[in-house]
């Protein structure tokens, strides 16, 4: 069935939103102030989802998506709006999952503009990525949610050219070797491949089945120009938290060297970095500037603790990694400032917490939201001042809803830390009333 349909807004994921006969439809790829035909692909008792078949009033905000795989992937669901207007419409999707959720009022909260990316092409320099078989070629790939569609991931333009160089030149060796995929009944062939671009060197770790690599491949690996280390994880587990595993060095060094403002980091292979890091290194700033005023803190999921080791006051880092936090002790063995513990948060918030000589909490959040353990003992250690972070606007707002009763809202900041998504990295700062 087709209809045509008057958008009136964005939704939290990126698809425009409109009504028909007073009920929602969720159309992906429409824009507000457009009018269109869709075909409704979905019914409930209280939406619709549609189909968008052609637009008949098209918004003055609508750009043509620079991205050849654009109509079939779901990396990207805003290309198809000016840059600038993604900012300003994550800002109001962040404000109107805050109304939604909580009872605070925003014109008493500073809230400025979404800082952009400053790269909205070539930001991405850390991928996990899947090996497929495509066509005849070995290759990196990833299969859309709810269909059979393959997005080949050595063009994708948000990466970093060199990871894409990277890829490409691994497929063609992959290929010619002859490579497997990884064939679950016998637990062989290759799996995934996680790559990480620090300062132009290239850190890659195969995870595969039981046969692993073969040394002469990872031999014509290591002519790839930037490849500066190379690894492989054995894993046959059916999860895929696969640095949960050992890793076996194939080649390289156990460390390669990130600066940022003349500091000097070294980071292994397991650990993690955000994948848009130049907007990370943002982040970090923007977060001391809300810092000004502590003296005690502790920080949880602090990584490798990019953040924890620009800090002068006290603190108190903790992730549930342990491979995080032997990088960051590597990295901090002369700043006596910092304590870096590796355990499980709720039972170290607890620890800490009870303490009540600590004014300020600092969470790192991804899309995840708070444990019920976190949320209680923020109440119970009357914790001055809270810095939270989160890429989820109404997880963020769901939490903060959890807090209202304590904490005023004081200040938003927002980052684009995901060009043409609808994920927003938004700090909040907390203080208790």
């Known amino acids: 069935m087709k209809k045509n349909v008057e958008i009136k807004k964005l939704g939290i994921n990126g698809e425009g939103i409109g009504y028909i006969d007073r009920k929602i439809i969720f159309v992906p790829g429409a824009l507000p102030e457009e009018e269109v035909v869709v075909e409704i692909t979905k019914q409930t008792r209280s939406f619709y989802e549609g189909k968008l078949i052609k637009i008949i009033k098209r918004s003055k905000s609508r750009v043509i998506p620079r991205c050849k795989a654009y109509d079939n992937c779901q990396g990207c669901t805003l290309l198809h709006l000016d840059y600038y207007k993604q900012l300003t419409a994550k800002k109001e999707a962040v404000r109107e999952a805050i109304r939604k959720y909580t009872q605070y009022d925003l014109n008493e909260t500073v809230f400025k503009d979404v800082i952009a990316s400053p790269k909205q092409e ?27 569609y393959l997005t080949l991931m050595t063009k994708c333009f948000k990466q970093h050219p060199l ?16 490579c497997q995929i990884y064939n679950d009944k016998f637990k062989t062939g290759l799996r995934f491949i996680k790559v990480k671009l620090i300062d132009k060197q290239i850190q890659l770790v195969f995870i595969t089945g039981r046969d692993g690599i073969d040394r002469k491949i990872v031999s014509q690996i290591t002519e790839i120009p930037h490849v500066a280390s190379v690894y492989m994880s054995i894993n046959t587990s059916k999860h895929q938290e696969f640095d949960d595993s050992g890793y076996t060095k194939l080649y390289g060094p156990s460390h390669l060297e990130l600066y940022n403002d003349d500091k000097k980091y070294l980071v292994s292979a397991k650990s993690k970095l955000p994948e848009n890091i130049a907007v990370y290194y943002k982040q970090i700033q923007c977060i001391k500037m809300m810092l000004q005023d502590s003296q005690k803190i502790i920080s949880l999921n602090c990584g490798i603790g990019l953040l924890e080791s620009n800090l002068e006051q006290e603190v108190i880092a903790i992730d549930e990694k342990k491979y995080h936090i032997e ?15 590796a355990g499980d948060l709720d039972q170290k918030i607890v620890i800490y917490a009870k303490k009540k000589i600590y004014d300020t909490l600092i969470i790192q959040n991804e899309r995840f939201g708070l444990s019920e353990t976190i949320i209680n003992s923020i109440k119970i250690a009357k914790i001055k001042t809270i810095i939270y972070c989160c890429q989820s606007y109404s997880t963020l707002a769901k939490d903060l809803a959890e807090l209202e009763n304590n ?8 980052l684009d830390s995901s ?14 009333k």
């Open 122 to 148: 070539g930001f991405i320099t850390s991928v996990n990525l899947p090996i497929v078989e495509f066509k005849g070629k070995i290759t990196f790939g990833i299969y859309q949610r709810d269909s059979k």
């Open 163 to 178: 990871i894409n160089e990277t890829l490409a030149a691994l497929e063609n060796i992959l290929t010619n070797n002859k």
């Open 327 to 341: 990088d960051a002790k590597i990295n901090n063995k002369r700043k006596e400032n910092i304590t870096f513990i």
């Open 407 to 414: 904490y005023r809202l004081e200040k938003i900041v927002a």
């Open 419 to 432: 060009c043409h998504n609808s994920y927003l990295t938004t700090i909040v700062k907390l203080v208790r």
